[in-house]
């Protein structure tokens, strides 16, 4: 991506150097996932295996204390990263900042003002308003704060762990969690989310996959227009992000762990789903063409 000159976004929080320890060892995702009770709403997004997951999480403010799970702040000091961080620090910031001048754009053309999304890059673990989180949940989205929240070292592990790499690659992991923003300005996700909340498992996970699929198709509508107003994309850009998609498809992640695939289980998509939205908006440009509601589920 060509990014020389671009605005840094000031809407980032950087709390690399604050430390949080976390009652009993802390909880990662699944455990997270098996002691919420059934009336919080919980939305979650897959971009790795095990270890590596992008989760979008819509949650209560105050969450961890309904929860039980008592942190202990160890205060901060200034975080000193390598070049390599301080790098990646910089093209989130840029990053981020072009999804602003970009859906700022679109809102203001829909009647509607756009109130970007924070960022906090944090190391390790970090407090959200959707409860604690660990770096090995990945990048995610919490509503409750209005809040994308990401450990830079995610995007040095995506080429390790899932073989996904390349700068449109990770500005693809950045615009699709500012995806959910998106959904959430426009009350999508909260009108989804209370879908889920009334359906059986199979039926939510289907709504799942139809915001997933939605935020692809934002982070392609974000690059068609960044490309048009900044002539930010190179070539092998798109095919860069249409890679990452196929890599974190739920039929690629499921097979690659265990070796089949429960399709009733998918809640982000399969790999041709996710490459087919985020070509559409990368390609097309129109927001009119991102109803991922309508459609048979079958023929996402």
């Not at 919080?40 to 095990?50: D, E, H, N, R, Y």
């Not at 859906?103 to 009647?111: A, D, I, N, V």
């Not at 809040?147 to 899932?162: A, E, G, P, W």
């Amino acid at each position: 991506m060509r990014l020389d000159g671009r605005r840094m976004s000031d809407n980032i929080n950087d709390r690399r150097g604050e430390g949080m320890n976390m009652a009993g060892g802390g909880f990662g995702l699944l455990r997270l996932l098996a002691i919420l009770p059934g009336g919080i709403k919980t939305k979650l997004i897959g971009l790795a295996i095990v270890a590596a997951l992008v989760v979008a999480t819509q949650g209560t403010s105050g969450l961890s204390g309904m929860l039980g799970l008592s942190t202990q702040e160890t205060g901060q000091t200034e975080y000193v990263g390598t070049q390599e961080e301080q790098e990646l620090y910089k093209f989130s910031a840029q990053i981020l900042a072009g999804t602003e001048d970009v859906w700022s754009e679109l809102f203001q053309r829909m009647g509607k003002r756009y109130v970007p999304p924070k960022m906090v890059i944090f190391k390790d673990a970090v407090r959200s308003g959707c409860g604690n989180a660990t770096s090995s949940t990945g990048p995610f989205y919490c509503s409750a704060d209005q809040t994308v929240y990401i450990d830079l070292s995610f995007f040095m592990n995506m080429k390790k762990q899932i073989g996904a790499d390349g700068d449109f690659a990770y500005a693809y992991v950045i615009a699709h969690e500012v995806g959910h923003h998106v959904q959430y300005l426009l009350g999508d996700l909260d009108r989804v989310h209370e879908m889920m909340a009334s359906v059986d498992e199979k039926e939510s996970n289907r709504l799942s996959v139809r915001l997933e699929l939605q935020a692809d198709f934002y982070a392609g509508i974000w690059a068609y227009h960044d490309n048009r107003i900044f002539g930010s994309l190179e070539d092998g850009d798109i095919d860069e992000g249409l890679e990452a998609a196929r890599k974190i498809g739920d039929d690629y992640l499921q097979k690659k762990a265990r070796g089949y695939t429960v399709p009733d289980s998918f809640n982000h998509g399969t790999s041709a789903q996710r490459s087919k939205w985020l070509k559409r908006g990368a390609h097309s440009g129109d927001l009119s063409l991102g109803d991922t509601f309508s459609p048979d589920y079958q023929n996402l």
